[in-house]
């Protein structure tokens, strides 16, 4: 059993992947070919933005919107501090400073309250000027966009959508990617559109804005290439990548629909005991990963091991805890959710392609445990 079987999504689409890479191949157009336009336009259509900027990973992605809008030194940029390195490490690149705020006990992603908190902390003490917001889908879970685009334009803040986790999943009618004024996506082969190798890209609708990141995704080009007005980096897409994105995204509906299904079996099968994660009213999540919640964690997790079924922990520590990030600014109300989720947070094998026998089992096996965890305990 895997965690990510990207095999099985492999196989489906082998012919129409082979043919569209020996294309590229043949065709010749390796940097900034046709398929790259392509991609962008398909993406921004399915995403629902006028533009759609590729390059080379989900990091970029987030530094180049930064770059853009000449955040840097004495800047505060507010980060959950429960993600993945990338969304805090971009704000640290550009000797800004990422400002850590609590995640939400329910949806694990930023929590208004603390990110509210965090913003009067900054303005009082007048070191840093308050300059954007990145909140994260995690998981593939859209973040409270209605509350955090108030707070922005309250505070005149930028918003940085960081959607490696989530496309393919909305909110309302809007999709993930597209909330924020910038939104940002990672490619690589684990996420819910993943290539063959690293890939990212960025949403907008601002024009301006997004001449601004291709110039500065492109070394910082004016009218030509070899114009350069702004200081930049090289930061594209292969054309090999967006090929074999133009097929996988084809295909991005009908694997949604099915992770839905695996992460409905997961809650009924296991929503009596556990936390287990359950699909969104409005909206729906990309399932990213399918996490549940339990304090049996440790044993769980070597339980399962022992049954030939992987497990995951996201996130072993929070950024606020860890050596490279551990002193930069906090909110003053505390990272309590951050600091308690890793010791009892596990993440379950997620993807389009589980079989409702291989579902069977996981969820057989976690029953088996923890109930029986549960009567030892009431015995002794
Ligand atoms: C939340 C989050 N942000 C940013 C990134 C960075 O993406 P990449 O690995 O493509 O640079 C990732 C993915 O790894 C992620 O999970």
Known sequence: MQFIDLGA????????????????????????????????????NYIGTKHVIACANGTDALLLPLMAAGIGPGDAVFVPSFTF???????????????????????????????EAAIAMVKSQGRLKPKAIIPVDLFGLTAD?????????????????????????????????????????????????????????????????????????FHGKGETQYDNIHVGINSRLDTLQAAILIE????????????????????DGLGDIVTAANNPAAGRSAWAQYAIETPKRDGLKAHLQEKGIPSVIYYVKPLHSQVAYSAYPQTPTGLTVSEELPSSILCLPMHPYLSEADQDRIIETIRNYIGSNSAQAAAE
């Open 9 to 44: 999504q492999r196989e489906r689409i082998k012919d129409r992947l082979k043919a569209a890479i020996d294309r590229v191949v043949d065709e010749g157009r390796y940097i900034l070919g046709p398929q790259v336009a392509e991609f962008e336009a398909k993406l921004a």
């Open 85 to 115: 390195a990338a969304t805090a490490e971009v704000v640290a690149l550009r000797q800004a400073e990422p400002v850590f705020v609590d995640i939400d006990p329910k949806t694990y992603n930023i929590d208004i309250a603390s990110l």
């Open 145 to 217: 966009y209605d509350a955090i685009m108030a707070i922005a334009s309250r505070e005149n803040l930028l918003v940085i959508e960081d959607a490696a986790q989530s496309i393919g999943g909305s909110a309302g009618r809007t999709m993930c990617g597209a909330f924020g004024h910038v939104g940002s996506t990672s490619f690589y082969p684990a996420k819910p559109l993943g290539c063959y190798g690293d890939g990212g890209a960025m949403f907008t609708n601002d024009d301006a804005l997004a001449e601004k990141l291709r110039s500065f995704a």
């Open 248 to 267: 996988k995204l084809a295909i991005l509906e009908d694997e949604m629909e099915a992770r839905h299904k695996v992460a409905q079996r997961y809650a």
